[in-house]
């Protein structure tokens, strides 16, 4: 505000002294010996100096050379020194010790003098000074000044009225114009006001501005670190488990970022005593189970007992899907706990599922057949194959435990999705255990017997591995066949 009022002021004190200093000026131009006179009537010291003992200032002497006035105020505007360039090599320095009516007295007699020697009318006098001062010249006619008797007796006789307002906002000078019932009136003259809507619309202005910077710098430090924090969260969900965030400070970010980076060291560790387990497990149960085997494979050499041989052969088929059951649950524990590492490769996945259909060792009354997109147009997605074969060949395999006869694999290839269905005509699956048949060592028993075998972690598998491709599996009842249709559905394109 002070910087704003500064030029302000300064601006004001140009545009109501700069009149009367031009008047001086021209006065002096015609006629220099009125010096003396003119100090009188202004009550200010008035000299012409050489222009070379005028200001050193490039900038002043430019202002001064243009024509423009110089106001130096000094004790809060109660002395003034103003310089005017009356020509190429004098100089006008007016200095007043003190600012009253006089000063406005003084300026109407100039003009009142100026205007009867110029021959002219009074309003194209007017007209021709009034780019001079800054404020407006107007004449009026007296009977509508509303003048008490005393001032309108002052004014006939010659005097300059000056007239202030009651609120000491507003001031003007009036002078009757000789032989005419007008009066040459010099303002209104509003006072300087440091808080006028200018002023204070700039300050807002800045003040908005400021704040608005303010608030982007706040916001935006948040947002960036809160972006980082949503990166970390996105590696942790991706599996990528030593993600952390950086720390600095202790704002609620800060404090959340903290609350984060112990989840995930929690998380890591969990998981990594989880892996350890079935690891060690499954290292565990190999080996007792390889001693079995080999064990049993000797007692077939040497025993010749049908009975016996028969038992045996069962048992070497439970070591078997002892052995199955051990490398489902290592698979599962991959997929469930943090996730693999995928390397997504562009795939026709049309062709991987004829691969998995010629592959497939349903029961001799069941036959596996595919149907849809051909492996020929080249429906190419980016996946992880090994996955994404083995999630159908799990599909497959549990339609052919449960179908009567059939088993259909169709492939859907759109523009931005790809689709596997494998359907059967078995019994299918109750409506509400659809939900209920992607869980982990669900069985339903209602519908379909363990006659069929299965370790009830196909599904769970296949439904983690749609998961880590972006997508999902879904189970349906199956139009065509009649019994259940499970659906693989993902995006074509992987999204890191």
């Not at 006098?125 to 003048?147: A, C, E, H, N, Y």
């Not at 190419?380 to 996955?387: D, N, Q």
Request: proline content about 4%; overall charge negative; aromatic content about 8%.
């Amino acid at each position: 505000m002070q910087l704003v009022n500064f030029v302000r002021s300064a601006q004001f004190n140009e545009d109501m002294v700069g009149g009367s200093v031009a008047l001086l000026a021209q006065r002096l131009r015609q006629d220099p010996g009125a010096l003396s006179e003119l100090s009188a009537r202004f009550d200010a010291d008035i000299r012409i100096l050489p222009l070379a003992e005028g200001p050193v200032d490039e900038y002043q002497q430019n202002r001064l050379a243009r024509g423009q006035l110089l106001v130096d105020t000094t004790n809060e505007g109660r002395t003034a020194r103003l310089l005017y360039q009356m020509s190429e090599s004098e100089l006008l320095d007016v200095q007043l010790s003190t600012v009253t009516e006089v000063q406005a007295q003084a300026s109407a007699y100039l003009l009142l003098e100026d205007w009867q020697r110029s021959g002219e009318s009074i309003e194209a006098f007017i007209k021709r000074m009034q780019p001079r001062f800054g404020f407006p010249l107007s004449v009026v006619d007296i009977d509508k000044l509303f003048l008490s008797d005393s001032d309108f007796a002052r004014m006939q006789y010659g005097d300059v009225l000056v007239r202030i307002s009651i609120e000491g906002q507003q001031a003007e000078a009036l002078a009757k114009l000789p032989g005419q019932p007008r009066a040459l009136r010099l303002g209104p003259i509003d006072a300087f006001n440091p808080y006028s809507w200018q002023a204070i619309f700039v300050i807002t202005a800045i003040g908005i501005m400021l704040l608005g910077l303010g608030v982007y710098w706040v916001v935006n430090s948040f947002e960036i670190r809160l972006r980082k924090l949503e990166q970390a969260t996105s590696r942790l969900a991706q599996g990528h488990l030593s993600a952390r965030v950086a720390i600095s400070g202790t704002d609620p970010v800060s404090r959340l970022g903290q609350a984060f980076n112990k989840m995930a060291e929690h998380i890591q560790r969990l998981i990594s005593i989880q892996r350890e387990m079935v690891r060690a497990v499954s290292h565990e149960l190999r080996t007792p189970v390889a001693r079995i085997r080999f064990g049993l494979q000797i007692i077939e050499d040497s025993v010749d007992d049908a009975y016996v041989s028969k038992q045996l052969t069962g048992m070497d088929s439970d070591i078997q899907e002892l052995d199955e059951l051990i490398d489902e649950i290592l698979t599962y524990a991959r997929l469930e706990e943090g996730g693999p590492l995928l390397d997504f490769q562009k795939v026709n996945v049309a062709d991987v599922a004829v691969q998995v259909v010629e592959e497939a060792r349903p029961p001799a009354h069941v036959s596996v057949s595919y149907a849809g997109a051909s492996p020929e147009n080249a429906h190419y997605a980016e996946v992880e194959p090994r996955y994404i074969h083995r999630a159908i060949q799990n599909l497959v395999g549990n339609a052919g435990r449960y179908a009567s006869s059939r088993v259909r694999v169709s492939c859907t290839i759109g523009t931005d999705t790809c689709r596997v269905d494998v359907e059967d005509d078995g019994p299918g699956i109750p409506e509400e255990d659809w939900d209920r048949v992607f869980t982990a060592f669900a069985r339903l028993d209602d519908s379909r017997t363990r006659s069929s075998g299965g370790y009830g972690l196909g599904l769970s598998i296949v439904r983690r591995i749609a998961y880590w491709h972006g997508g999902r599996a879904m189970v349906s009842r199956s139009e065509a066949l009649g019994g259940a249709k499970f659906s693989l559905i993902w995006p074509r394109r992987h999204h890191e």
